[in-house]
Nanobody, 122 residues
Framework: VQLQASGGGLVQAGDSLRLSCVAS????????MGWFRQAPGKEREFVSG????????YYGEFVKGRFTISRDNAKNTVTLQMNSLNAEDTGVYYC????????????????WGQGTQVTVSS
């Protein structure tokens, strides 16, 4: 499966962004999906995950109710709505797919999109 992430940009603290990840080549319903982010000089960090059918969602502790993950398998799309952004949310955001499990471990996701840059100015 090929993943294409989009929706990043430069925003101010307190603003919102909506990231999208579109899959091609395979049906998205075959995969658990995750969003990760990576800031300069830091390791890749789990942001959110959603099960194949959308029934279960997970978030990193730092999210604190600000982000919402969702999916539309009919459109092969996963979305991450991010509200109340702050400077610490700056980084490259990646969507990833796993056929095995939802996990915070990036090494267990077999497929990755190219990333979309999110920059939050304070």
């Amino acid at each position: 499966v090929q993943l294409q992430a989009s929706g990043g940009g430069l925003v101010q603290a307190g603003d919102s962004l909506r990231l999208s990840c579109v899959a091609s080549g395979r049906t998205l319903s075959d995969f658990h999906m995750g969003w990760f982010r990576q800031a300069p000089g830091k390791e890749r960090e789990f942001v959110s995950g959603i099960s194949e059918n959308g029934d279960s969602t997970y978030y990193g502790e730092f999210v604190k109710g600000r982000f919402t993950i969702s999916r539309d398998n009919a459109k092969n799309t996963v979305t991450l709505q991010m509200n109340s952004l702050n400077a610490e949310d700056t980084g490259v955001y990646y969507c990833a797919a796993s056929r095995l499990v939802i996990t915070t471990r990036p090494d267990l996701y077999a497929y990755w999109g190219q990333g979309t840059q999110v920059t939050v100015s304070s």
